[in-house]
């Protein structure tokens, strides 16, 4: 599994395109598809917006999370960071960053390669930059 | 040895932190600094409980006043964590307005007093919200405690989805 993590808009499908040896067309938006089709993709981008529609179906995300990182070993999962804050009012918006988090340290975990990309730059943060 | 881990909600850096203070012999303390109002702070107060069980720290409740902790000299000591001691300094009744040099000074008291300190903190001005007065205070102020602790500090450990990466010194464990 390869991993891309770093905030919103920093080039992090584009890192991927450039060095996974992948189209665009191949990494799924599945902040935009129901949780049915996941099995489908191959790589996906915004998995923490992902986790939000599992919350909404009542379906555990650590639990899911878990599956993925057995079944789809292959995969390129792109997630932004999004716990860099002040801890949010709202019960549900809480519980979401607290499970983007979670399931953050568990694909981690599971992947071969992690980078994080600030500004276009990725930088290997677990595994070997030769796998680039 | 003085170890600060910082990095955003729920990735890994309690179990860091923790891994750090036990690589150290002598007395383990864990100070702990979360006031225990509301549900939320019930279950995380639970949930570290349960990962420290059985690695033989003896837990310190400390809410404010850091300075006056007092643990012996060849001690380990985890304290977690900055955002608290500074918000319920700044929050409670008869709360101070501006906390930086109470608790930047506070902690570094804790660290000339004891062998080993391991420090955690959070990452909290990378959401992109505005917000009230007070809580702009509070983003500044414990960014401002954080670059202090950073001078002081030995090591400082960034911690991304549980991966701990080295911004100053080594990893210590």
């Known amino acids: ?42 790589n996906v981008k915004n998995y923490h917006i992902f986790i939000r529609t599992l919350m909404d179906m009542k379906i555990d995300p650590i639990e899911f999370t878990n599956v993925i990182c057995e079944k789809k070993s292959d995969m390129v999962i792109i997630m932004n960071e999004v716990g860099c804050g002040i801890i949010p009012m709202d019960e549900k918006e809480r519980k979401w960053r607290e499970i983007c988090g979670k399931c953050g340290c568990i694909i981690a975990e599971n992947s071969e390669i992690v980078v994080r990309v600030i500004c276009g730059i990725g930088t290997v943060i677990k595994g070997d930059n030769a796998c680039l | ?82 955002g608290n001691l500074c918000a319920n300094e700044m929050f409670t009744e008869n709360g101070i307005f501006n906390p930086v040099e109470k608790v930047t000074d506070g902690i570094k008291y804790l660290c000339e007093t004891a062998e080993a300190v391991t420090i955690v903190t959070n990452e909290i001005g990378s959401d992109g919200f505005s917000y009230s007065c007070e809580i702009e205070k509070y983003i500044e102020y414990m960014n401002r405690i954080n670059h202090g602790i950073y001078i002081f500090s030995d090591n400082v450990i960034e911690c991304i989805y549980g991966i701990p990466i080295i911004l100053k010194g080594e990893l210590p464990c």
């Open chain 2, 1 to 82: 040895m003085i170890t600060l881990v910082t990095g955003g909600s729920k990735c890994g850096k309690s179990a860091i932190a923790e891994k750090i203070a036990c690589g150290f012999s002598g007395k383990k303390f864990y100070i702990a600094t979360m006031k225990p109002y509301g549900k939320d702070a019930f279950q995380a107060i639970e949930r570290h409980r349960k990962m420290r069980c059985g690695k033989g720290f003896e837990t310190l409740e400390k809410f404010t006043d850091v300075n006056e902790i007092v643990v012996p000299k060849k001690s380990s000591v985890l304290l977690e964590c900055v």
């Open chain 1, 1 to 42: 599994m390869k991993f891309i993590v770093g905030g919103a808009f920093q080039g992090k499908t584009e890192f991927a395109v450039k060095n996974f040896g992948i189209s665009e067309a191949e990494i799924t938006d599945v902040g935009k598809c129901s949780v049915n089709q996941f099995s489908e993709f191959t």
